[in-house]
């Protein structure tokens, strides 16, 4: 058998490249796909179960609702955010910037603590599977472009969103890490008192949204962290942390997300403002951290001390 001519084998490689690619690709629809039946089933089973009067006043079959009917046995309709996101994934050419693996990691707290207040850094084409995975729930968009907030919202009215802006640039990471020692970053019981004790992590000007409920779960996937004049994610990982610091005692754990740990801002960053004691778990590039309230004990170190 004669050997492969060098286009020959260039052509093979590519095809192979190719279906890779292709493989990927569905595998990652697939779990946006499951993520959304999952979703449904649960959403099915509440319906169906629930009931407006005690036990003993109604039949047990009397108090089974379809999911798929109202009373009068007209169609019931599909949560919004879901069926947006059903028909976006869909038709789209396009995926999340995470991987299968990475999505599954937050996948797997929100089905347990869902539906619940997320707080999202970045606006991307993963928004509206999380806004669906979290129907019932808050979930709010921190976006450092306004064009693109705009640019997103015509085509997904029903996402909130909000512009920030960022003052820090990545060039200024070194400088900004040392704060990790400072009473004014580390010293404050909340975010508004570090932002008066001019902690330059301490992000100003957030909208109103970001004061209104307690966040359960919050996700850095933004901002801009990959060319020296973008303002880096440490602002944003460092609010991460203070809005858990900060979480009511009552109201449990607080499980942070922080998506690219490869890159030098969010491996140095995550760890020195989010700890490496309540790091819950890595997949790929998603690291998730678990941190208990500090609302109780201000002042006191963002990591326990060893």
Same mark, same amino acid.
């Given at each position: 058998?004669?050997?492969?001519?060098?286009?020959?084998?260039?052509?093979? +490689?590519?095809?192979?490249?190719?279906?890779?690619? &292709?493989?990927?690709? *569905? $595998? %990652?629809?697939?779990?946006?796909? !499951? #993520? /959304?039946?999952?979703?449904?089933?649960?959403?099915?089973?509440?319906?169906?179960?629930?009931?407006?009067?005690?036990?003993?006043?109604?039949?047990?079959?009397?108090?089974?609702?379809?999911?798929?009917?109202?009373?009068?046995?007209?169609?019931?309709?599909?949560?919004?955010?879901?069926?947006?996101?059903?028909?976006?994934?869909?038709?789209?050419?396009?995926?999340?910037?995470?991987?299968?693996?990475?999505?599954?990691?937050?996948?797997?707290? +929100?089905?347990?603590?869902?539906?619940?207040?997320? &707080?999202?850094?970045? *606006? $991307? %084409?993963?928004?509206?599977?999380? !806004? #669906? /995975?979290?129907?019932?729930?808050?979930?709010?968009?921190?976006?450092?472009?306004?064009?693109?907030?705009?640019?997103?919202?015509?085509?997904?009215?029903?996402?909130?969103?909000?512009?920030?802006?960022?003052?820090?640039?990545?060039?200024?990471?070194?400088?900004?890490?040392?704060?990790?020692?400072?009473?004014?970053?580390?010293?404050?019981?909340?975010?508004?008192?570090?932002?008066?004790?001019?902690?330059?992590?301490?992000?100003?000007?957030?909208?109103?949204?970001?004061?209104?409920?307690?966040?359960?779960?919050?996700?850095?996937?933004?901002?801009?962290?990959?060319?020296?004049?973008?303002?880096?994610?440490?602002?944003?990982?460092?609010?991460?942390?203070?809005?858990?610091?900060?979480?009511?005692?009552?109201?449990?754990?607080?499980?942070?997300?922080?998506?690219?740990?490869?890159?030098?801002?969010?491996?140095?960053?995550?760890?020195?403002?989010?700890?490496?004691?309540?790091?819950?778990?890595?997949?790929?590039?998603?690291?998730?951290?678990?941190?208990?309230?500090?609302?109780?004990?201000?002042?006191?170190?963002?990591?326990?001390?060893?």
């Amino acid at each position: 058998m004669s050997m492969l001519s060098p286009v020959h084998a260039r052509k093979a +490689l590519h095809l192979v490249a190719m279906k890779a690619k &292709l493989q990927s690709f *569905l $595998g %990652l629809r697939l779990l946006l796909v !499951a #993520a /959304l039946a999952a979703f449904l089933l649960l959403f099915s089973a509440r319906t169906l179960f629930s009931s407006s009067s005690s036990p003993g006043q109604r039949s047990a079959a009397s108090q089974l609702h379809l999911s798929g009917a109202g009373d009068d046995g007209s169609c019931s309709k599909l949560p919004a955010p879901v069926a947006d996101a059903l028909v976006h994934y869909a038709t789209s050419n396009t995926t999340p910037q995470q991987t299968a693996a990475e999505i599954g990691v937050s996948l797997r707290v +929100l089905q347990r603590r869902s539906p619940c207040n997320f &707080l999202v850094f970045g *606006l $991307g %084409l993963d928004s509206p599977m999380w !806004a #669906a /995975l979290n129907h019932g729930g808050r979930t709010v968009f921190l976006e450092e472009d306004a064009s693109w907030i705009a640019s997103v919202r015509s085509k997904h009215p029903g996402l909130e969103s909000y512009h920030v802006v960022y003052d820090t640039r990545l060039t200024e990471a070194d400088e900004l890490i040392a704060l990790r020692d400072h009473p004014g970053c580390t010293a404050q019981p909340d975010l508004a008192a570090a932002a008066e004790a001019s902690c330059r992590l301490a992000l100003r000007g957030l909208p109103a949204a970001f004061h209104e409920v307690e966040w359960d779960l919050v996700m850095v996937d933004a901002p801009t962290g990959w060319v020296p004049e973008a303002p880096g994610r440490m602002g944003a990982i460092y609010t991460a942390g203070m809005v858990a610091r900060a979480r009511r005692p009552g109201d449990g754990a607080t499980d942070v997300f922080v998506h690219d740990v490869d890159r030098t801002v969010e491996d140095r960053f995550s760890k020195a403002f989010l700890c490496d004691a309540y790091l819950a778990e890595q997949v790929g590039r998603i690291r998730h951290f678990v941190i208990p309230s500090h609302r109780e004990k201000p002042g006191t170190p963002f990591c326990p001390q060893n």
